[in-house]
């Protein structure tokens, strides 16, 4: 099965700054990585997803890219924002064959944003 | 996006009891599936949530601790038998949309055994 790495644990920035968390996998047939933003008492909610199509997603201050070769994948916060400030996870497929599976998570990135 | 609701929100049990944890779609949906996040953890798949047929658990996870039901495309249960404080997690419920490899989170059950 996929196994998933996320670093860092932890990320502190100043508010305005970017943040770039990185993950990393293991399955090569693996072809769709989602985000999730958990805040505090909340269930996790999607802000970003890419499939192994394509290098690169943006979506507003948001963006992931995806190495193929390397086997990582990473989400780019720009100009970052107090409400910014959750836990992110990294995910990727169970199983890598074609039809809807459950996701296996990184460890979760717990991001700070700095007045 | 699917509202997804989940009841109850938190509880709190005695050791070598059973909670019943639901999981209500407002529209039909494809995929369910039901994750456990231990306090500080991330999440782990627990089962899929197969419709009119015995769930497919993960790894780890056994259908004598945690028996799912999924009797209709909108609906689910999952329950946590014979409960000890290790059983002390978040429990959460997601389902897919349109494409079915995007999943969406319910709020999750809370859950402390004492």
């Known amino acids: 099965g996929e196994n998933v790495e996320q670093h860092p644990s932890t990320l502190s920035v100043q508010e305005g700054d970017s943040a770039v968390i990185k993950c990393t996998y293991s399955d090569s047939a693996s072809n769709y990585f989602p985000w999730y933003k958990q805040e505090l008492g909340k269930g996790p909610q999607l802000i970003i997803d890419?499939?192994?199509?394509?290098g690169e997603k943006k979506d507003q201050r948001i963006a992931v890219t995806l190495n193929k070769t390397a086997k990582h994948f990473s989400l780019h916060i720009t100009e970052t924002q107090p409400e910014d400030s959750a836990v992110y996870f990294c995910?990727?497929?169970?199983?890598?064959?074609?039809?809807?599976?459950?996701?296996?998570f990184g460890k979760g990135t717990h991001l700070i944003i700095q007045p | 996006s699917a509202v997804i609701s989940q009841k109850p929100s938190r509880d709190i049990c005695q050791r070598g009891t059973s909670l019943t944890i639901q999981c209500q779609v407002d529209s039909q949906v494809t995929m369910m599936f039901w994750y456990r996040q231990q306090p500080g953890q991330s999440l782990t798949l627990i089962a899929t949530?197969?419709?009119?047929?015995?769930?497919?658990?993960e790894s780890g996870f056994v259908i004598d601790k945690f028996p799912i039901s999924r009797p209709n495309l909108t609906f689910s249960t999952l329950t946590v038998s014979n409960m000890s404080p290790e059983d002390s997690s978040i429990y959460l419920c997601?389902?897919?949309?349109?494409?079915?490899?995007?999943?969406?989170f319910g709020a999750g059950t809370r859950l402390s055994v004492l």
């Open positions: 890419i499939r192994s199509n394509v």
């Open positions: 949530a197969n419709q009119g047929s015995e769930a497919t658990y």
């Open positions: 995910a990727a497929p169970v199983n890598s064959g074609g039809g809807a599976d459950g996701l296996t």
């Open positions: 997601s389902v897919t949309g349109q494409s079915i490899r995007v999943q969406y």
